[in-house]
């Protein structure tokens, strides 16, 4: 899991979290101070089955913090 922030043309990386979870839900929190501007969250999953796995990536949607 990773906390984005939008800067001019491109997404760049504030923090970043990873997790194993051995069960069908898993749940991670985390906080990371922030200031100003436009952030995201960027988050990919592998899930395996055997010998297969597949890969997941997905996106939060916008946030923008103001503060003055």
């Known amino acids: 899991m990773t ?3 939008y800067t001019v043309l491109w997404w760049s ?3 970043s979290w990873e997790a ?3 069960d069908v839900t898993g749940y991670i929190s985390e906080t990371a101070q922030v200031g100003s ?3 995201r969250v960027k ?3 592998t899930v395996y089955s055997g ?3 597949e ?3 997905d996106y939060s949607p916008e946030k923008k ?3 003055s």
């Open 65 to 67: 913090v103001t503060i």
């Open 43 to 45: 988050v990919e999953i």
């Open 20 to 22: 194993t979870f051995n």
């Open 37 to 39: 501007g436009r952030y």
């Open 13 to 15: 990386k504030v923090e």
């Open 51 to 53: 010998s297969d796995s």
């Open 55 to 57: 890969e997941i990536t």
């Open 3 to 5: 906390l984005q922030k």
